[in-house]
């Protein structure tokens, strides 16, 4: 089975803080994507990734930025952390090919103070 | 990115059938139905996807209609397991990455 890993599950962080949210994927997916979920917005596209070192902005990339330095890590960055940041982020990858499924990490719970 | 509709709640007793409509009117040719549920506290898991023809899978159905402007996602025996929010998303490998959107999906209630 695919597994898509993210390091934390809670995390309490405070405003002003450089936060880094890391995924990694065991299936050599080319694809990987950052969401994040709110009640009442559904899943957002922050970011996703289609090859080593290559990212391409989602529907709410302000914020944000992103790295792939490794085909199997992606990691989500918050430069500055704020409280409106506050929220579920998902983590998930898939191969290339539109009628391959996506697979979501368990998703970190991040809290900023 | 073409946009998917559901309806916001539906419910349905146990061991009922279930099915969960969404409407994708500005689908392109190329683009694949993906049917996603998610449980609490947990990140969202496939469920079943089509293109043009109806599917099966030991999950769910997907009756997808004969313009493929919408489709349905067939629960044929709903369990309390069921119970989740359930996304239609579209798939489209056009671009490098084919973006993946997801809408609010539907909230599914099950009971005893």
């Known amino acids: 089975d695919v597994k898509v890993t993210q390091s934390s599950r809670y995390l309490v962080k405070r405003t002003g803080e450089k936060v880094f949210l890391e995924c990694v994927q065991d299936?050599?997916?080319?694809?990987m994507f950052w969401y994040r979920q709110d009640p009442g917005l559904g899943l957002r596209l922050i970011y996703f990734?289609?090859?080593?070192?290559?990212?391409e902005k989602g529907d709410i990339p302000e914020g944000y930025s992103v790295s792939r330095e490794k085909k199997e890590r992606f990691s989500l960055i918050l430069e500055s952390a704020s409280t409106n940041q506050t929220s579920m982020y998902l983590c998930a990858s898939r191969g290339t090919g539109a009628y391959r499924p996506l697979h979501f990490g368990n998703g970190t719970r991040l809290t900023v103070t | 990115d073409a946009k998917t509709t559901q309806p916001n709640s539906m419910e349905s007793n146990e061991e009922e059938p279930v099915h969960l409509p969404c409407n994708h009117s500005t689908i392109s040719g190329t683009d694949y139905i993906h049917w996603y549920r998610q449980l609490p506290s947990q990140g969202p898991e496939y469920v079943i996807h089509?293109?043009?023809s109806n599917v099966n899978n030991r999950m769910a159905s997907l009756a997808i209609a004969e313009d493929r402007k919408s489709s349905t996602l067939i629960l044929h025996r709903a369990t309390l397991r069921d119970a989740a929010v359930y996304y239609c998303i579209l798939r489209d490998d056009n671009t490098n990455a084919g973006k993946s959107t997801f809408g609010d999906g539907t909230t599914l209630t099950v009971k005893p």
């Open positions: 089509g293109l043009t």
């Open positions: 299936m050599d997916h080319e694809n």
């Open positions: 990734s289609y090859d080593v070192k290559m990212k």
